[in-house]
Nanobody, 114 residues
């Protein structure tokens, strides 16, 4: 199983980024997918989660209304659209696949700074 995140980078406050997580080696459509993030010196925290079919989503309070999680089960890709980014969104972002088993990607860095 491989989860590969991409799309991170440096962006100014108020800007946008779209993260992707390409999955292989698993039946993607059977997995609940989650984005987590971890800032330096802090614990990893849940950002957003989407059901296996894509019909259900949930967000952490700090990102609600700014971030959108989505998935393409034909292409085996998970997305996180991040708008109106703030410096406190700076973190390493990870995707997670869960269905009894638990798989993680290697992370992609997002830095929000002027």
């Amino acid at each position: 199983v491989q989860l590969v995140e991409s799309g991170g980078g440096l962006v100014q406050p108020g800007g946008s980024l779209r993260l992707s997580c390409a999955a292989s080696g698993l039946t993607f459509s059977r997995y609940v997918m989650t984005w987590y993030r971890q800032a330096p010196g802090k614990e990893r925290e849940l950002v957003a989660v989407i059901s296996s079919g894509g019909g259900g989503t949930n967000y952490a309070g700090p990102v609600k209304g700014r971030f959108t999680i989505s998935r393409d089960n034909r292409k085996n890709i998970l997305y996180l659209q991040m708008n109106n980014l703030k410096p406190e969104d700076t973190a390493e972002y990870y995707c997670n696949a869960r269905n009894g088993m638990d798989y993680w990607g290697q992370g992609t860095q997002v830095t929000v700074s002027s």
